[in-house]
């Protein structure tokens, strides 16, 4: 009995350690740092008649089209397109792979907010040396900037968000509400809806980064400024205290939905009219369409409500690039692919599909700006979202390591949802912690 | 007889003549416990020397890897964030646990006692959530705890009461205790059980003979023949909770503003690896949580032992 015991004990503690050691056991550390040769247009072409097999991430659904037209197009090219998971969970899977070496794929899809973190991380291809210099001017130039990192261009825009108002027509007429303008007359909004109907929000939130930043953003805030490795945090700018002020009262009083997006319930808020409005990105339609059917002809689509009245600020949400990781094997063949999707045919191919392009070409084309969603009600939203886009603020710039600060949102303002913190405070705490972070990775931060 | 004897006498024989024959038996038992050596070391040592090499470097995206001495260990010994985690399960253990085994023994009492209608049912009932995976028990109490579209929220709406929300701050770690208590009264309900299979009944003739009530028999007879089951019911709670991970971090996505990314420790090393790449620190988080538990699991048991002396 006793021996029994003992070895259990023993058993037990090295499990312990075995379990995280084997999960780490995954990742080593090599630097893959090998220096790119520069690579032409004809050898990129040459590339593509030549054929091979390509692996590329990516969750981007239109994407699907895009490989099939690319196949087509190059009969000898095989693409692999892997769904290795949305957002966070792909940049685990992928830095793991990259750490460890092996099974990098030849193309991801990297969003905007975590390009820099890979690009500083010497874990992507610097795309000028394929021939990205000569793009210039094809994409708008928010996304364009968002995927130029230390000199480098790391990824090219694939899509963009550029924010706008989607709101529930048919819950503002039942209880004439106005389309607010600005966040105060939205704030006021929130307070008559909730009135009249204690099941019905404005909108949802939980706390959400990416929302937050990018309201910051169009409040004129510039809290993330980068310089090489000097990293300068400021979460309590003008641009920051002018969100937190306007966006506590919505928290305190219990205007916003406490539901979280992308769950069930939020899809089902916005389909029964409970969820009235959302300030998204212009790649949403799609998935209003495909994940909320109920709402088909109640949405409409307004500008951005503003933080001074007659203002036309507007900010991007969301958006990815495709970028090369360094460890891949295809480069050439790659950044063929790269293009065809982001700048050639597929750009159409993705459009058709509901995605919102990054390009100068489409963005201003007749077509793209005349089209009519039934969704909408028959309302021509890409006007909207196309002002929106030109509106954007700029100057704006994440952090190296924003996929980090990201995870930790919740830890620190998620609080203001939850206690008795003020958003002030947990945006305080925010940058404390991504702060911390920092040092330890190496930067300088003030 | 003929075949098995002249071995015997060659050992013998050999053995007597010095060191060349003794090296020989040397080498015939490594032979035998070789294969398991090998894997032994493979599966158990290499990962924890690795992790051990692991938590002695330091990488950076900003100048890269380097080696740091103890300094991990430092960090994890000042570090607020692990040691509210520790505290978290912790708390948790000193209160779940107790609960969870008092009801276990209630059960298994019960279920020994003979004086209940439908035992094998309800054995098997009690046992059933234990096969539920943690996952999807944890995804199916999650549906029940939401206050807006789970089962307290219809109870909210149809009885017009407003009962607390389980995934608030004050209360998430009762939620989780109430969740694991399901998962696992069944388990160590069977690990009382077998062992109270075990009590000789000429015990009980006698306690009858000699009249002992029903509550004397089981503080008398009961009880002390399932100490060491309770022992190692016990040991393997206490593992469980420092191991506390599959619950809040299902739990995380329904309430990601209540159950941070360093809840336990163990989700603190999981969010410290895969999120911030921190794998050094990562592993020394582990490491220490390891030679806590293991501690802490060896006290109880040397306590016990002392009792039982």
């Not at chain 2, 016990?234 to 995380?252: A, H, R, V, W």
């Amino acid at each position: 009995m006793f021996a029994n015991r003992r070895a259990l004990l023993r058993t037990a503690a090295l499990a312990t350690a075995v379990a995280t050691a084997a999960a780490l056991a995954a990742c080593g550390t090599d630097d893959n740092d090998g220096a790119t040769t520069p690579v032409t247009a004809d050898q990129v072409q040459s590339a593509l008649e030549a054929g091979g097999s390509i692996t590329v991430w990516a969750w981007e659904p239109t994407l699907k089209q895009v490989v099939t037209s690319f196949q087509a197009k190059y009969p000898k090219v095989k693409v692999n397109l892997v769904n290795a998971g949305t957002g966070n969970d792909q940049y685990t899977a992928l830095q793991n792979a990259i750490a460890a070496g092996s099974g990098v794929p030849d193309v991801a899809q990297i969003e905007y907010y975590a390009l820099p973190q890979f690009a500083l991380g010497k874990s992507l291809t610097d795309l000028s040396s394929l021939g990205a210099g000569a793009l210039d001017g094809t994409f708008t130039p928010g996304p364009w900037s968002s995927v130029k990192v230390a000199g480098g261009t790391f990824g090219l825009p694939m899509d963009s968000g550029p924010m706008a108002l989607f709101y529930n027509k048919e819950v503002f007429d039942k209880h004439q509400l106005a389309v607010p303008t600005t966040w105060e007359e939205y704030v006021a909004a929130a307070r008559k809806l909730h009135a009249a109907d204690p099941k019905a929000y404005i909108t949802n939130d939980t706390g959400d980064a990416g929302f937050t930043t990018s309201l910051i953003w169009q409040a004129g805030g510039k809290p993330f400024s980068v310089d090489g490795t000097k990293v300068k945090l400021d979460l309590a700018d003008q641009g920051s205290t002018t969100f937190a002020g306007t966006w506590q009262q919505l928290i305190s009083d219990k205007l916003v939905a406490p539901v979280g997006s992308w769950s069930d319930g939020w899809y089902k808020g916005l389909g029964d009219g409970t969820i009235a409005t959302l300030v998204i990105g212009a790649w949403m339609p799609a998935n209003l369409e495909s994940g909320v059917p109920a709402g088909k002809g109640k949405w409409r689509v307004a500008p951005m409500p503003q933080w001074t009245a007659g203002g036309t600020a507007a900010a991007e949400n969301g958006g990815s690039s495709l970028a090369i990781p360094k460890a891949g094997a295809h480069n050439a063949l790659a950044y063929g692919f790269l293009k065809y999707a982001t700048a050639g045919d597929g750009v159409k191919i993705r459009i058709d599909n509901g995605a919102f392009p990054a390009t100068n070409a489409e963005l201003k084309s007749e077509a793209f700006l005349n089209k009519e969603f039934p969704y909408f009600g028959g309302q021509k939203a890409n006007e909207v979202f196309a002002q929106s886009a030109a509106d954007v603020v700029k100057g704006w710039s994440y952090l190296p390591f924003q996929v980090y600060a990201n995870s930790v949102f919740n830890d620190t303002v998620g609080k203001a949802y939850v206690s008795g913190t003020s958003l002030a405070d947990g945006l305080k705490a925010w940058q404390e912690a991504a702060a911390k972070y920092g040092k330890d990775q190496g930067f300088t931060v003030d | 007889m003929t075949v098995l004897g002249p071995p015997t006498i060659q050992a013998t024989g050999r053995a007597g003549r010095g060191s060349p024959a003794r090296r020989r038996r040397a080498w015939t038992g490594w032979a035998f416990v070789g294969p398991f050596m090998a894997v032994f070391a493979f599966v158990f040592l290499a990962p924890i020397a690795y992790a051990v090499q692991l938590s002695l470097f330091r990488t950076r995206m900003i100048g890269g890897t380097s080696f740091v001495g103890l300094d991990n260990y430092e960090r994890a010994f000042t570090d607020p964030q692990f040691w509210s985690a520790v505290g978290r399960v912790s708390l948790f253990l000193a209160v779940q646990v107790p609960v969870m085994l008092a009801l276990a023994l209630l059960v298994a009492l019960a279920i020994d006692s003979g004086r209940l209608y439908g035992r094998a049912f309800f054995r098997v009932a009690v046992f059933m959530p234990y096969a539920v995976p943690a996952v999807v028990a944890t995804l199916m109490w999650g549906f029940m705890y939401g206050s807006r579209f789970g089962l307290v929220g219809d109870l909210n709406d149809a009885l017009g009461t407003s009962l607390p929300d389980p995934l608030s701050p004050d209360l998430i770690l009762a939620s989780i205790g109430n969740i694991v208590t399901w998962e696992f009264v069944g388990y160590n309900m069977l690990i009382l059980y077998s062992a109270l299979r075990t009590v000789p009944k000429s015990l009980y003739e006698a306690a009858d003979i000699d009249g002992a009530g029903r509550l004397q028999v089981i503080r008398s007879i009961k009880l002390p023949a399932i100490r060491g089951a309770l022992l190692i019911a016990t040991i393997f709670s206490i593992i469980g909770s420092f191991q506390l991970f599959n619950e809040p971090s299902i739990l995380q996505s329904l309430a990601p503003n209540v159950i941070t990314t360093y809840f336990t420790p163990n989700l603190y090393a999981y969010s410290l690896s895969f999120s911030g790449q921190q794998y050094s620190y990562s592993a020394t988080v582990a490491i220490v949580m390891g030679l806590l538990t293991a501690v802490v699991a060896y006290a109880v048991q040397l306590r016990a032992a002392r009792r039982e002396r």
